[in-house]
Nanobody, 117 residues
Framework: QLQLVESGGGLVQPGGSLRLSCQSSGLSFSIYNMGWYRQAPGKQRELVAAIPARGITKYADSVKDRFTISRDNAKNTVYLQMNSLKLEDTAVYYC???????????WGQGTQVTVSS
């Protein structure tokens, strides 16, 4: 069974930065699309950023120019660099792996990101 393990969440002040990591246990990581989602209290889960096996990354409008998604296929890992964090970025962040443009076949357990002064 493929497993995704996220790390890197925590408490940060507004304007600060965090880097999330997600390591996949599956084989053939490089051929999968990867994504980061988030879910804030009382809100639906939303796609934050996605990076395909081949092609162009995409971002939610709310995080463009602040967040960067990247992947290291040699380490089976996808990253989310989050800069200039805002209060409204507070959420549980989930890593996902799959075949679609919004990959959702496999999910991590989530990591909490709290932006607070």
């Amino acid at each position: 069974q493929l497993q995704l393990v996220e790390s890197g969440g925590g408490l940060v002040q507004p304007g600060g930065s965090l880097r999330l990591s997600c390591q996949s246990s599956g084989l053939s990581f490089s051929i999968y699309n990867m994504g980061w989602y988030r879910q804030a209290p009382g809100k639906q889960r939303e796609l934050v950023a996605a990076i395909p096996a081949r092609g162009i990354t995409k971002y939610a409008d709310s995080v463009k120019d602040r967040f960067t998604i990247s992947r290291d296929n040699a380490k089976n890992t996808v990253y989310l660099q989050m800069n200039s964090l805002k209060l409204e970025d507070t959420a549980v962040y989930y890593c996902a792996q799959g075949w679609g443009t919004q990959p959702d076949d496999y999910w991590g357990q989530g990591t909490q990101v709290t932006v607070s002064s």
